[in-house]
Protein backbone atom coordinates (compact mmCIF):
# COMPACT_ATOMS: atom_id res chain seq x y z
CA UNK A 1 0.00 0.00 0.00
CA UNK A 2 1.03 3.40 -0.86
CA UNK A 3 1.41 5.57 1.89
CA UNK A 4 0.84 9.49 1.37
CA UNK A 5 2.07 10.88 -1.49
CA UNK A 6 3.42 14.72 -1.82
CA UNK A 7 5.18 16.35 -4.53
CA UNK A 8 7.70 18.03 -4.89
CA UNK A 9 10.08 16.63 -2.46
CA UNK A 10 12.26 20.13 -2.89
CA UNK A 11 11.35 23.67 -4.34
CA UNK A 12 13.43 26.20 -4.51
CA UNK A 13 12.04 29.73 -5.33
CA UNK A 14 12.31 33.31 -5.54
CA UNK A 15 10.08 35.54 -3.50
CA UNK A 16 7.55 36.71 -5.34
CA UNK A 17 6.69 33.29 -7.04
CA UNK A 18 3.69 30.89 -7.19
CA UNK A 19 4.43 28.15 -5.42
CA UNK A 20 2.42 24.74 -5.16
CA UNK A 21 2.13 21.93 -3.02
CA UNK A 22 0.61 18.84 -3.81
CA UNK A 23 -0.83 15.60 -1.74
CA UNK A 24 -2.27 12.35 -2.59
CA UNK A 25 -3.77 11.06 1.12
CA UNK A 26 -4.02 6.61 1.76
CA UNK A 27 -6.81 5.57 -0.10
CA UNK A 28 -10.00 5.63 2.01
CA UNK A 29 -8.89 8.27 4.16
CA UNK A 30 -11.52 10.76 4.85
CA UNK A 31 -9.32 13.88 6.71
CA UNK A 32 -6.50 15.37 5.17
CA UNK A 33 -3.93 17.73 7.24
CA UNK A 34 -1.60 20.10 6.12
CA UNK A 35 1.58 21.11 8.56
CA UNK A 36 4.36 23.35 8.39
CA UNK A 37 7.73 22.23 10.47
CA UNK A 38 9.98 25.07 11.06
CA UNK A 39 12.94 25.31 13.85
CA UNK A 40 11.35 28.57 15.47
CA UNK A 41 7.79 27.75 15.30
CA UNK A 42 7.46 23.06 15.33
CA UNK A 43 4.90 21.60 14.17
CA UNK A 44 2.10 23.82 12.98
CA UNK A 45 -1.58 22.94 11.89
CA UNK A 46 -2.64 24.95 8.34
CA UNK A 47 -5.11 23.58 7.62
CA UNK A 48 -7.60 20.53 7.54
CA UNK A 49 -10.46 18.59 5.49
CA UNK A 50 -12.84 15.90 6.36
CA UNK A 51 -14.64 14.75 3.55
CA UNK A 52 -13.22 17.29 1.43
CA UNK A 53 -14.68 19.86 3.13
CA UNK A 54 -12.29 22.27 4.99
CA UNK A 55 -13.08 21.92 8.85
CA UNK A 56 -10.31 24.25 10.27
CA UNK A 57 -8.16 26.96 8.69
CA UNK A 58 -7.17 29.22 11.80
CA UNK A 59 -3.37 27.71 10.91
CA UNK A 60 -3.32 29.37 7.32
CA UNK A 61 -0.53 32.20 7.82
CA UNK A 62 -2.52 34.67 5.70
CA UNK A 63 -4.24 35.53 2.67
CA UNK A 64 -1.34 33.98 0.98
CA UNK A 65 -1.91 30.76 1.45
CA UNK A 66 -4.87 29.03 0.35
CA UNK A 67 -5.84 25.20 -0.14
CA UNK A 68 -8.35 23.28 -2.10
CA UNK A 69 -9.13 19.47 -1.94
CA UNK A 70 -10.97 18.86 -5.45
CA UNK A 71 -11.72 14.85 -3.93
CA UNK A 72 -11.09 12.61 -2.04
CA UNK A 73 -7.39 11.56 -3.64
CA UNK A 74 -5.65 15.19 -4.31
CA UNK A 75 -5.11 18.55 -2.46
CA UNK A 76 -2.90 21.66 -3.41
CA UNK A 77 -1.39 24.22 -0.97
CA UNK A 78 -0.74 27.20 -2.65
CA UNK A 79 0.85 30.04 -1.71
CA UNK A 80 1.08 33.24 -3.83
CA UNK A 81 3.14 35.29 -3.89
CA UNK A 82 6.10 33.65 -1.61
CA UNK A 83 8.44 35.29 0.75
CA UNK A 84 11.37 34.24 2.37
CA UNK A 85 9.74 33.53 5.77
CA UNK A 86 7.43 30.84 3.83
CA UNK A 87 10.84 28.78 4.23
CA UNK A 88 9.80 25.56 5.64
CA UNK A 89 9.22 21.70 5.38
CA UNK A 90 5.31 21.36 4.79
CA UNK A 91 3.75 18.15 5.26
CA UNK A 92 0.28 16.66 4.30
CA UNK A 93 -1.00 13.85 6.35
CA UNK A 94 -4.28 11.70 6.22
CA UNK A 95 -6.40 9.58 8.51
CA UNK A 96 -9.18 7.13 8.36
CA UNK A 97 -11.44 9.00 10.90
CA UNK A 98 -11.83 12.21 12.50
CA UNK A 99 -9.44 12.03 15.76
CA UNK A 100 -7.64 9.33 14.58
CA UNK A 101 -3.64 8.61 14.29
CA UNK A 102 -2.54 10.45 11.05
CA UNK A 103 -0.21 9.13 8.55
CA UNK A 104 2.53 11.57 7.33
CA UNK A 105 4.14 12.15 3.79
CA UNK A 106 7.59 12.62 3.01
CA UNK A 107 7.33 16.31 3.58
CA UNK A 108 8.14 19.21 0.98
CA UNK A 109 10.95 21.11 1.76
CA UNK A 110 10.49 24.58 0.35
CA UNK A 111 13.28 27.17 0.08
CA UNK A 112 12.39 30.84 -1.00
CA UNK A 113 14.93 33.28 -1.84
CA UNK B 1 -5.93 28.69 21.74
CA UNK B 2 -4.74 25.31 22.87
CA UNK B 3 -1.58 25.21 23.85
CA UNK B 4 0.45 21.69 24.17
CA UNK B 5 3.72 22.02 26.42
CA UNK B 6 6.33 19.63 26.15
CA UNK B 7 9.51 19.07 28.26
CA UNK B 8 12.46 19.33 28.45
CA UNK B 9 13.43 20.36 24.57
CA UNK B 10 16.49 18.26 24.50
CA UNK B 11 17.77 14.88 26.33
CA UNK B 12 21.64 13.91 25.90
CA UNK B 13 21.52 9.74 27.51
CA UNK B 14 24.44 7.45 27.45
CA UNK B 15 23.07 3.67 26.04
CA UNK B 16 21.28 1.74 28.59
CA UNK B 17 19.83 4.96 30.31
CA UNK B 18 15.95 5.78 31.08
CA UNK B 19 14.28 8.78 28.96
CA UNK B 20 11.26 10.74 30.33
CA UNK B 21 9.84 13.41 28.15
CA UNK B 22 6.39 15.03 29.37
CA UNK B 23 3.44 16.69 28.15
CA UNK B 24 0.63 19.20 29.26
CA UNK B 25 -2.32 20.80 27.88
CA UNK B 26 -4.18 24.10 28.58
CA UNK B 27 -7.44 22.30 28.28
CA UNK B 28 -8.75 19.02 28.67
CA UNK B 29 -8.05 16.96 25.95
CA UNK B 30 -10.38 14.07 24.04
CA UNK B 31 -7.05 11.88 23.34
CA UNK B 32 -3.09 12.66 23.33
CA UNK B 33 -0.90 10.85 20.26
CA UNK B 34 2.65 10.30 20.23
CA UNK B 35 5.19 10.44 17.26
CA UNK B 36 8.40 10.02 16.71
CA UNK B 37 10.39 11.78 13.94
CA UNK B 38 14.19 10.52 13.03
CA UNK B 39 16.59 12.99 11.18
CA UNK B 40 14.99 14.32 7.92
CA UNK B 41 12.38 11.82 8.43
CA UNK B 42 8.92 12.70 9.11
CA UNK B 43 6.40 12.04 11.61
CA UNK B 44 5.45 8.57 12.50
CA UNK B 45 2.73 7.36 14.80
CA UNK B 46 3.67 5.72 18.11
CA UNK B 47 0.16 5.31 19.78
CA UNK B 48 -2.89 7.04 20.67
CA UNK B 49 -4.26 7.11 24.15
CA UNK B 50 -8.30 8.16 25.08
CA UNK B 51 -9.16 7.33 28.89
CA UNK B 52 -8.28 9.22 31.43
CA UNK B 53 -5.02 7.32 33.59
CA UNK B 54 -4.67 5.45 30.96
CA UNK B 55 -1.03 3.16 30.60
CA UNK B 56 0.05 1.45 27.77
CA UNK B 57 3.37 -0.16 26.95
CA UNK B 58 5.24 -0.89 23.86
CA UNK B 59 8.02 -3.08 24.56
CA UNK B 60 10.61 -0.47 26.05
CA UNK B 61 8.22 2.48 25.91
CA UNK B 62 5.70 3.10 28.41
CA UNK B 63 2.92 6.11 27.80
CA UNK B 64 0.39 7.33 30.31
CA UNK B 65 -2.51 9.75 30.08
CA UNK B 66 -2.89 11.97 33.17
CA UNK B 67 -6.53 11.34 35.20
CA UNK B 68 -7.16 15.15 34.53
CA UNK B 69 -6.27 13.92 31.01
CA UNK B 70 -4.51 17.75 30.21
CA UNK B 71 -0.92 16.14 31.07
CA UNK B 72 0.87 12.54 29.52
CA UNK B 73 4.46 10.77 29.60
CA UNK B 74 6.35 8.72 27.27
CA UNK B 75 8.97 6.96 29.14
CA UNK B 76 11.86 4.48 27.48
CA UNK B 77 13.65 2.28 29.57
CA UNK B 78 17.50 1.35 28.70
CA UNK B 79 17.49 3.52 25.55
CA UNK B 80 19.09 2.08 22.23
CA UNK B 81 20.92 4.45 19.47
CA UNK B 82 17.62 3.62 17.45
CA UNK B 83 15.87 5.47 19.82
CA UNK B 84 17.06 8.28 18.24
CA UNK B 85 15.04 11.42 17.11
CA UNK B 86 12.31 13.54 17.85
CA UNK B 87 9.41 12.33 20.14
CA UNK B 88 6.47 14.68 19.66
CA UNK B 89 2.89 14.35 22.04
CA UNK B 90 -0.20 15.78 20.04
CA UNK B 91 -3.21 16.67 21.87
CA UNK B 92 -6.84 15.68 19.97
CA UNK B 93 -9.51 17.23 19.98
CA UNK B 94 -12.78 14.74 19.16
CA UNK B 95 -13.18 16.73 15.36
CA UNK B 96 -9.94 15.37 14.68
CA UNK B 97 -7.54 18.36 14.88
CA UNK B 98 -4.37 17.61 16.79
CA UNK B 99 -2.13 19.91 18.54
CA UNK B 100 1.71 19.08 18.71
CA UNK B 101 3.82 20.14 21.53
CA UNK B 102 7.46 21.29 20.39
CA UNK B 103 9.06 18.34 20.86
CA UNK B 104 11.79 16.50 22.49
CA UNK B 105 15.17 16.25 20.79
CA UNK B 106 16.13 12.75 22.07
CA UNK B 107 20.14 11.75 21.54
CA UNK B 108 21.93 8.49 22.63
CA UNK B 109 25.55 8.22 23.04
CA UNK B 110 27.26 4.70 22.32
Known amino acids: DAGVIQSPRHEVTEMGQEVTLRCKPISGHNSLFWYRQTMMRGLELLIY????????DSGMPEDRFSAKMPNASFSTLKIQPSEPRDSAVYFC???????????FGPGTRLTVT | GQQVMQIPQYQHVQEGEDFTTYCNSSTTLSNIQWYKQRPGGHPVFLIQLVKSGEVKKQKRLTFQFGEAKKNSSLHITATQTTDVGTYFC??????????FGQGTILTVHP
Open chain 1, 93 to 103: ASSSHAGGEQY
Open chain 2, 90 to 99: AGGTSYGKLT
Open chain 1, 49 to 56: FNNNVPID
